[in-house]
């Protein structure tokens, strides 16, 4: 087959009039892209994603664009990003790219990254993670996988979506760094890892400006910085100016309007040379991911039970233990009862763009009855209770008593009903239904032996954990989500999912509480930074779950944490040292058998020049181990490893000092630490003016040595009495010196003309500016 090189594609743009080159830059429908007939330019098919082909079933007239395909349902992001293994999301990416060549579909619309701010945003069950670095990574190797299949992804949706409540209209608003940390890091690390043939551009404002017509976001950051050179194309109804979001850099609009911002397009255009190159640079990158698929199109077919286990597996790496008195995993003669409507129809999706028309769904009812195993069933509660079902709430309960007392055992299938959380809208709290929490609690009350299974897309709040003798968190586990249940509750396999994303014990704990989506307008990002761990571990504050945390059938030891170096440098020319540090620590397999462990690094800074968290995550990696094995793992970290994102800089910095790395099994069990020194030469830019702080002036290389002196001097100068001296003391003055500006210092205690300031600024002046040169 033939292929278009980039120089075939500008040839083919030049061909182009202007108006088939404004008509390439919308869509034809709701799926599909515009062909030019005249020149031979054929349309490509998109699908949602990114957990399952959602592709419209073309094979009947008069269907929704909501009418999809028979198709194998993956487990959601809230459960594959709890793997933390890059292999799962690379094989899933993979299996999705097979899909999509055997239904010509050129790209996934996936994977979302957006951070989980608040655990009640409505679409969190398809998003990864509350941190950057596990997103990226895990969004990096999802997107290889897929490209490998010669298929593309939009990744999505970019940037600062967090919120379902007005979604369209309302303005993210927050400062730079906190973007550039944390809500703009996975994109970074995902374009720079793996460059995705499309990303779409969110719905929100950002600061007051659409997503989709902020330059500064979509070429400056996006294309200049980071090197993206695919499609940016819109989120479905995303656009408010079509003319201003081509001149941002948005290439497509999604869905086609029947070419109406076409025409607006085309009669600027006509009027505006800079805009027809934008249009011409917008056609060739369309065309390039046009041509990108059909050059390496890949006639066939897929097999739906080979892809139905790879659901299996996915979700059986995914699972998260999270308590476990013993009675896991369950013996292998006893009987015991399986109880709600979960077991028998289970929540293995969320709603909305993402849901997936299923071939096959197995419940752990069909699983455990597959396997031959001995169980009692009782439906204990209504899943989506009406106000009509009420009635019958304390009779499910008490037949669901009787049956569990027959067996001892409990295993209860519990969490969030559809309704509750779904793209469009966002929880209003973190309670699962009260028929549910009732149930387990007579179950409790009875003496029987309680085991929760999970399934929800976000974390909930448990009254009940601390009696409940086993939880098991399955997400929304996929189609295959009953048989992969199965095998861990009886041992088959050994769970060994962290969690990707805090437990709170109360909603009024969480980070985003005071601001999150309780504006039609703006949402404040006030809490910066600190969002999730960063939040929690910063305050010490306690939690129903960390991040991180997952349990095991067996037990894991960790050792000998060593580091190739104690300095490390910002790798700057003429820089003696090391510019990476290579930390390497044993994990020891202590069990009776098999496991999987999820080694995980956080960085500390301990410099205290700048606010920062009290750790982030820097690393991770999973591996598995037989009883009595052991194995060396390493990281190694560079200077983005111990960076913020500094505004004054325009650039990510390192501050000279001591920082820490720490390796444990979870943000709170942290098994091993050990101190390095990060140096640099570089300084960040100071203005040096009579508001200028004595602080500022003392935290700077260049300005350092110059204040030190003139404080010197003038604390000889110093001619107070005894009793002045001891109102006011040399420690009480170095003190306040960190805040006061250099106009100040005639009140600080130090008696200093302001002639003498003014000379001392000048000196300043002349030292910083010969430091430029």
């Known amino acids: 087959m033939a292929t278009h090189s980039d120089g075939d594609i500008r040839a083919l743009v030049n061909r182009m009039t202007l108006e088939e080159k404004c008509s390439l830059l919308s869509g034809e429908d709701f799926w599909h892209t515009k062909a030019v007939a005249r020149l031979g330019i054929p349309a490509i098919m998109v699908s949602d994603g990114p957990h399952g082909l959602r592709k419209q079933d073309l094979s ?45 579909v050129s790209t996934v619309l996936g994977p979302a990254i957006n951070i989980k701010r608040s655990p009640l945003c409505g679409r969190n069950f398809e998003y990864m993670s509350e941190d950057p670095f596990l997103a990226g990574e895990l969004a990096s190797a999802y997107i290889n996988g897929v490209q490998s299949k010669g298929v593309g992804v939009s990744l999505k949706h970019f940037a600062l979506n967090n ?15 906190t973007m ?12 720079k890892k793996s460059q995705p043939k499309t990303i779409m551009h969110s719905y929100n404002l950002i600061n007051g400006t659409y997503a989709g017509e902020s330059s500064w976001l979509l070429r400056k950051v996006l294309r200049k910085e980071w090197g993206f050179n695919g499609v940016v194309m819109s989120d479905w109804g995303a ?71 790879i659901a299996r597996q996915l979700e059986e790496e995914s699972i998260v233990l999270l308590k476990n008195d013993g009675i896991l995993p369950l013996p292998a003669k006893n009987a015991f009862t399986l109880i709600g409507e979960f077991a028998k129809k289970p929540r293995y999706q969320g709603g909305g763009s993402s849901h997936i028309n299923s071939i096959e769904v197995t419940s752990a009812y069909d699983a455990f009855q597959k396997a031959g195993l001995e169980f009692e069933y ?43 959380e779904s793209e469009g809208y966002d929880r209003k709290h973190l309670d699962m239904p009260e028929n549910q929490n009732e149930l387990i609690a007579a179950l409790v009350a009875a003496g029987v032996k309680v085991v929760v299974v999970m ?58 509480f005071l601001t999150f989506a309780n504006d039609p307008r703006n949402c404040e990002y006030s809490e910066g930074v600190y969002v999730g761990y960063r939040w929690y571990d910063t305050r010490k504050m306690d ?81 598995a181990l037989n009883p009595g094995q052991s194995v060396r793992v390493s990281f190694t970290l560079d200077k983005r490893s111990f960076a913020f994102y500094s505004t004054d800089l325009e650039d990510w910095y390192a501050p000279s000092g001591m920082y820490e790395v720490q390796v444990g099994s979870s943000s709170r069990d942290i098994r091993a630490t050990a101190p390095v020194t990060f140096k640099t030469k570089v300084s960040l830019p100071v203005e040096i003016g009579p508001n200028t702080t004595i602080g500022d002036l003392l935290g700077n290389k260049k300005t350092r040595k110059l204040i030190k002196a003139f404080l010197s001097k003038v604390m000889e100068k110093r001619t107070d009495s005894e009793a002045a001296r001891e109102a006011i003391t040399d420690e009480m003055i170095e003190q306040s010196l960190d805040s006061t500006p250099l106009r100040g210092l005639y009140m600080a205690g130090m008696h200093v003309k302001k002639k003498v300031c003014r000379r001392f600024i000048e000196a300043l002046l002349e030292k910083v500016h010969k430091k430029k040169k």
């Open 239 to 309: 656009v408010n100016s079509r003319v201003a979001g081509v001149k941002a850099g948005g290439d497509l609009e999604m869905p086609g309007h029947g070419g109406a911002n076409d025409k607006k397009v085309l009669k600027a255009a006509r009027k505006d040379k800079k805009l027809a190159k934008r249009i011409d640079e917008s056609c060739f990158r369309i065309l390039r991911w046009v041509y990108d698929f059909v050059d390496n199109r890949k006639e066939g077919c897929f097999d739906y039970e080979k892809h139905h286990e």
């Open 455 to 512: 399934h929800n897309g976000s974390p909930v709040v448990m009254p009940w954990r601390d009696k409940a003798n086993a939880i098991v968190e399955a997400y929304l586990g996929g189609e295959a989500v009953g048989e992969a249940v199965m095998n861990v509750l009886t041992g088959r396999v050994n769970p060994s999912g962290k969690l990707p994303e805090s437990f709170p014990l109360r909603l009024e704990d969480t980070p985003s």
């Open 60 to 104: 009947h007239a008069g269907g929704s664009e909501n009418d999809s395909i028979k198709a194998v349902c993956f487990p959601a992001a809230c459960a594959t990003t709890s793997s933390f293994d890059p292999d799962v999301l690379k094989l899933l990416g993979e299996t999705l790219g097979d899909e999509c060549q055997a239904e010509n």
């Open 543 to 623: 939690v129903e779950y960390p991040f991180g945390f997952g349990l095991s059938y067996t037990t894991f030891e960790y050792s000998d944490l060593e580091l190739d170096g104690d300095c490390v440098t910002d790798g700057k020319k003429g820089k003696s040292g090391k510019s990476s540090v290579t930390a390497s620590i044993t994990v020891k397999n202590t069990g009776k058998v098999f496991g999987k462990e999820v080694v995980q690094l956080y960085v500390s800074d301990r410099t205290g020049f700048a606010p920062r968290p009290e750790k982030e995550l820097k690393g991770f990696k999973k591996v």
């Open 378 to 420: 009782a439906q204990g509660f209504v899943a989506e209770e009406k106000e009509s079902d009420r009635c019958r709430r304390a009779e499910l309960r008490e037949a669901a008593v009787a049956a569990a007392k027959k067996t001892g055992t409990a295993l209860v299938f519990a969490g969030l009903p559809d309704s509750f």
């Open 163 to 177: 919120q379902e409540y007005r979604r369209l209209t309302c303005s993210s608003n927050c400062d730079e760094r």
């Open 180 to 191: 550039r940390e944390i809500y703009l890091a996975a994109f970074e690390k995902a374009v």
